[in-house]
């Protein structure tokens, strides 16, 4: 995080904690009750930014991820993965072209490991991999207002989702509906920011967590690397994943989990009510599997009426029968409900 951008957080009362922006007012029922009622501002500093740039840049990309970045123009964004050559995602990440190259956004707590190992792969490919986490300020814009408040203070807005718009100030990207991500220079964010904060309410990255949990997009951390295939994760239904591309590494596994019908578990999203956070990587069981488990958390977050809301990656059985319990079988029990997209819960074929 620049110095620039920490000192103007903080000056408006930011609270940070590993990196973090945990409240501009105290706690996070403030903070949802601020996404109830209007339009919010996130920091996602916890995010790292990573840029590729050199003439093979897109081609070794390419190469090495689930989605098809030759496809990746100007003007578009795409949800991508890094995989084992087990074929299990090891990093996800936000993916977009831009002017200096193409820029990776991904878990500040993933960025050191994933861009070393990165580039032990290049070899002799006319690539560069840089962190430009500290040169572009990432932030998050999200509610009814967050398009129009975002037209008057740039000019301009995406029109779709999971495009982009080139602005004076840096980069607007649309995620979804009333979700956007905003990157610039420290300089020209602190404006810009400052401009959307007199209709908007800065909160903690607590909310943006809650809002991709529902919206049904994983992010994999350091505790559940290496976990799932993409389809387990849904990545293939967020268009993370390209089945007509060539190959990269884990590709026919992937290739295989989609088309001969072997996909067992699925990611749904869940509510449990308890007073203790659940933590990324935690098991879940079921009466139909005993002992053994039937599922894991992938991402939890506060949810604005208490108790927390998780993605988690579960047993199809185990979902059928609508029977998750949390840390044992006679657990708390795990409901589930319903993300913006269709789970097809029996094997694919």
Not at 254 to 278: E, F
Not at 333 to 349: E, G, H, M, N, R
Request: hydrophobic letters at 45%; one cysteine or more; aromatic letters at 8%.
């Amino acid at each position: 995080m620049s110095e620039r951008w920490r000192s103007e957080l903080a000056r408006q009362g930011a609270q940070f904690s590993d990196g973090r922006v945990v409240s501009f007012a105290g706690n996070a029922d403030s903070d949802f009750a601020a996404l109830r009622d209007g339009t919010v501002l996130c920091d996602l500093s916890h995010l790292g930014l990573m840029l590729a740039s050199g003439e093979e840049a897109a081609a070794f990309l390419h190469g090495q991820f689930c989605n098809d970045i030759l496809a990746l123009s100007e003007g578009n964004a795409q949800w991508n993965g890094w995989c084992s050559p087990k074929g299990r995602l090891l990093v996800t990440l936000l993916a977009w072209s831009g002017k200096q190259g193409l820029f990776l956004m991904l878990p500040r707590s993933l960025q050191p490991a994933i861009q070393k190992r990165l580039q032990m792969f290049v070899l002799r490919a006319k690539v560069k991999l840089a962190d430009e986490s500290d040169t572009w300020v990432r932030f998050g814009v999200a509610g009814p207002n967050a398009e129009s408040l975002l037209r008057d203070a740039a000019g301009t807005v995406p029109e779709s989702a999971m495009s982009s718009v080139h602005i004076e100030a840096g980069r607007i990207i649309k995620l979804a509906v009333n979700r956007y991500v905003v990157i610039a220079s420290p300089d020209n964010a602190v404006l810009l920011w400052n401009q959307l904060a007199v209709k908007a309410v800065p909160v903690g990255a607590l909310v943006w967590d809650w809002l991709s949990i529902h919206e049904g997009i994983i992010t994999v951390l350091p505790e559940t690397q290496d976990a799932f295939v993409p389809q387990m994760a849904n990545f293939e239904l967020i268009g993370g994943v390209s089945f007509k591309k060539g190959c990269y590494p884990g590709q026919e596994i992937v290739a295989r989990t989609q088309y001969r019908g072997i996909l067992k578990r699925r990611m749904v999203l869940t509510h449990i009510d308890i007073t203790t956070s659940p933590v990324p990587g935690e098991k879940l069981f079921s009466s139909a599997f005993g002992d053994q488990a039937a599922g894991e958390v992938a991402n939890v977050a506060p949810a604005p009426d208490g108790g927390f809301d998780m993605l988690v990656v579960a047993q199809t059985g185990a979902i059928d029968d609508n029977d998750l319990k949390y840390a044992a079988v006679d657990g708390a029990a795990v409901s589930i409900k319903s993300l913006p997209y269709t789970v097809p819960l029996a094997p694919t074929s």
